[in-house]
């Protein structure tokens, strides 16, 4: 069964046009609330977060509609991280959760994700089930079996202090001061106080979200703010969070930032010195440098790859027990921990090490020397296929051809947003430039 209207990550796209709008997200709310009452049984709940965008007022009351009208009880957590409704879902015992956020894109654009009741991620399959419930009649409930809705206070509260646990009991962040980039985003309050209750000097950025301001230069996308915070405080090290703070970016003393690899290199390598690295094994997607791939094959350890997009790295460290995985992107998933992505924690364990080993964090965060990558994206209109172009598929085949033997080429559709990714990988940086550029001018002319 195939997914139409679900991408990577949820239901995504521009607030108040299909598929985000009101109409919509009550549809789908009532299509999920049907999907996990088959059994018709009682008691039935969900947990429902968001990050801080002005559309998801609207989404928020329209889901909870669709959700209660197949009697669904809604429990509303207002701005939390996308993790904190993994965790509290299973928390609290809920047989869905629910965020509402773009992540990193622009304040314009939402999107809605689910999570079943283990704290993970809907499967493809669950949601080309809800799809195809979702194209039909939906049965409503009884008068008197419809659900209620009630705000949880606590919500953030319970997610902070979990937070804290995964942070070594024996140690302190005392000294330290952080800059926090929380891309005036769901993890505003959360990130700060958290920091600051371990014991952190906190200077915290992307504080103040207006409801249009989210990841607005600011934030893991937009670094920079961070860099600059980072120098003129003197501050020992950065944190940037994406929206919904489910992805991270690392900046040492000296505002040089450090994506995911380098964070997942440094993690594997400890982990492994530890015995605690599962299978010898870190899961990765295609996007990863290869130098992380040559770094972790140096010390014996192996780097399994899975297509982009969190929730397949999720799948494939679930099927092979693998524990730490995530993407160059900045989602790190520790399921020690977490059953998703989640750039607090990730920070978290990051600082623990420059906590025990007393090291700076430009020591720690390079670990090893990446491979030449050059990513550019081309945007196209909706409804258009430019892959399927013959021009552009014989340019693609071109560049393979020769980058065989001395580096790779990788082209995909953007699952979040109507782009082609081009990206590739290669010591000789000139050809790099020119097969990467050839590629996107043959896709630019299909558009």
Request: glycine residues 12%; hydrophobic residues 40%.
């Amino acid at each position: 069964m195939s997914r139409k209207l679900f991408g990577t990550d949820g239901v995504r796209g521009r607030a108040n046009t299909y598929p985000m709008t009101a109409e919509m997200a009550l549809r789908l709310g009532a299509a999920a609330g049907r999907f996990f009452r088959r059994d018709g049984g009682s008691a039935h709940r969900v947990v429902i977060g968001k990050d801080t965008r002005l559309s998801g007022y609207m989404l928020e009351n329209a889901l909870t509609a669709g959700l209660t009208s197949t009697g669904m009880n809604v429990l509303l957590l207002g701005p939390v991280p996308t993790p904190a409704v993994g965790f509290l879902t299973r928390s609290m015992r809920a047989d869905l959760g629910v965020m509402i956020s773009a992540s990193h894109n622009p304040h314009h654009d939402n999107g809605i994700k689910f999570f079943g009741p283990d704290g993970f991620k809907l499967s493809d399959e669950a949601e080309a089930e809800i799809e195809a419930i979702l194209e039909g009649e939906i049965a409503p409930a009884q008068p008197q079996n419809i659900g209620r809705a009630r705000r949880i206070e606590d919500g953030r509260g319970r997610y902070q202090e979990f937070v804290k646990t995964t942070f070594p009991a024996g140690l302190r962040l005392d000294g330290l001061k952080v800059v926090i980039d929380c891309a005036n985003g769901a993890a505003y309050k959360a990130a700060p106080e958290v920091l600051w209750e371990l014991g952190a000097e906190v200077i915290p950025i992307g504080v103040s979200p207006n409801g249009t301001n989210i990841n607005e230069r600011c934030g893991s996308t937009h670094t920079q703010t961070a860099a600059e915070a980072v120098v003129a405080h003197g501050a020992h090290v950065g944190i940037a969070l994406d929206g919904d703070a489910d992805r991270v970016m690392i900046l040492d003393q000296n505002g040089r930032t450090a994506d995911g690899d380098q964070i997942m290199a440094l993690l594997a390598a400890r982990w492994a010195e530890e015995g605690r690295l599962r299978g010898g094994t870190l899961v990765a997607t295609v996007m990863s440098n290869l130098g992380l791939e040559r770094f972790l094959q140096g010390r014996g350890l192996r780097l399994e790859r899975t297509a982009v997009g969190d929730r397949y790295v999720v799948e494939a460290m679930r099927r092979g027990g693998f524990n730490l995985g995530g993407e160059q992107s900045g989602h790190i998933v520790m399921t020690d921990y977490a059953t998703t992505g989640d750039g607090l924690v990730a920070g978290l364990q990051f600082l623990a090490e420059m906590a025990r080993t007393e090291r700076p964090a430009s020591d720690l965060l390079h670990t090893f020397e990446t491979v030449p990558q050059l990513l550019k994206n081309v945007r196209y209109e909706a409804g258009k296929e430019p892959l399927s172009d013959d021009a552009v598929k014989a340019r693609i085949a071109e560049a393979e051809a020769r980058m065989t033997g001395r580096g790779r080429v990788l082209i995909r559709k953007s699952g979040t947003e109507p782009l082609i990714r081009v990206m590739a990988e290669c010591e000789d940086e000139a050809l790099l430039r020119a097969e990467v550029e050839g590629i996107v001018a043959a896709v630019e002319a299909a558009v």
